[in-house]
């Protein structure tokens, strides 16, 4: 009795599999987030789309589910810009589909289309845009540069049936020798101040050095003849060196006559 039990058991069992199996294998799933679009083949592509639900499927056509959520979409490329610097990008937006326009766009496109649009879509938009900015521009810029993409990118994918949100340049680099040279810059500035502040401190000191010379009286021979009045006026220390008296501004020269007269 058990037996005949058990072996009824497993006969529900497997048959309750073999119908599931059955259902799933005949039914159509449309799932949350998606669309699907049919296609007959004596009619072609309809124009309908399906949103989510369960049936069964067309049975003289397929079902093409198409994801109409926002997805992330990176994309790196490498392009030159306006003084042919190579400069390393990476964008970022998140985009979806127009399910409205997914008949169109499946007669067109195929399947997979919106991969293939946006990497050839974004790499042209990119380089026509990198090569209206210098290498300065895109550093000081990078908003401007954004924005211009972003604005070319949304106008020209909504022909495709395809919305783009959140477009922006996450990374930028130029390549080694411009990296280079960039450094070396606020370096060579810096010697350059270096140098020019050595050089005025040389003029100053050989400017001083000609000023003390004129208060010395010279003869005719160039010999240094100092005063007793002049050497007064240095040894008087800063007191004496406010005074500025003309007999000490004007510079004098002695000859072997007046000494001799003297």
């Not at 009795?1 to 119908?19: D, Q, Y």
Request: overall charge neutral; some cysteine; proline content about 4%.
């Amino acid at each position: 009795m058990a037996a005949k039990v058990f072996e009824s058991i497993g006969k529900s069992g497997l048959a309750i599999s073999v119908a599931e199996d059955v259902g799933n294998f005949a039914s159509w799933n449309v799932d949350a987030g998606h669309r699907a679009v049919i296609s007959d083949q004596f009619c072609g592509v309809q124009d309908m789309v399906v949103g989510r639900r369960n049936s069964f499927p067309h049975p003289v056509g397929a079902e093409i589910n198409y994801l109409c959520r926002s997805c992330p979409w990176n994309v790196w490329a490498t392009t030159g810009s306006k003084q042919l610097q190579n400069v390393d990008f990476t964008l970022r937006s998140l985009f979806w589909q127009v399910a409205s326009q997914l008949p169109t766009v499946f007669s067109s496109s195929r399947e997979r289309y919106d991969k293939l649009v946006l990497l050839s879509i974004t790499l042209e938009l990119l380089k026509s845009a990198m090569a209206h900015f210098d290498a300065g521009k895109l550093i000081t810029q990078r908003e401007r540069v954004s924005r211009q993409v972003r604005d070319d990118l949304t106008e020209r994918v909504a022909t495709f049936g395809l919305i783009l949100d959140g477009v922006s340049l996450t990374h930028l680099t130029f390549g080694r020798e411009f990296t280079e040279a960039v450094e070396a810059k606020p370096v060579a500035w810096q010697e350059a101040e270096r140098a020019r502040f050595v050089v005025k401190a040389e003029q100053h000191k050989a400017q001083r050095l000609h000023n003390v010379y004129l208060f010395l009286p010279l003869n005719c021979n160039s010999i240094a003849k100092p005063e007793s009045s002049t050497l007064e006026y240095f040894k008087g220390g800063p007191a004496m060196m406010g005074l500025s008296p003309s007999i000490y501004l004007e510079p004098r020269l002695v000859c072997d006559t007046e000494l001799t007269t003297s």
